[in-house]
């Protein structure tokens, strides 16, 4: 899936990023609607690592959801 359709479908993909990143919350989901960048910094926050790890991760998320 690229991220126009993560996005697109960001109601039912916000289940599987909860699953993938359990630090995130709903409020965190709710906020980052999709938004690729957003997501990213979420990661970064919520886990402490660099950016480009947590766009390593969304990138490899993308490509199996």
């Known amino acids: 899936m690229n991220w126009d359709q993560i ?3 960001w109601a039912q993909v916000k289940g599987k ?3 993938q990143w359990g630090e ?13 960048e957003e997501l990213v910094g979420r ?11 947590a766009e390593k991760q969304v990138d ?4 199996h959801n």
């Open 7 to 9: 996005k697109g479908n």
């Open 24 to 36: 995130l919350t709903n409020d965190d989901l709710d906020i980052i609607e999709g938004k690729r």
């Open 43 to 53: 990661i970064q926050e919520r886990y402490g690592i660099a950016k480009e790890e």
């Open 60 to 63: 490899d998320f993308c490509k």
């Open 17 to 19: 990023a909860q699953q």
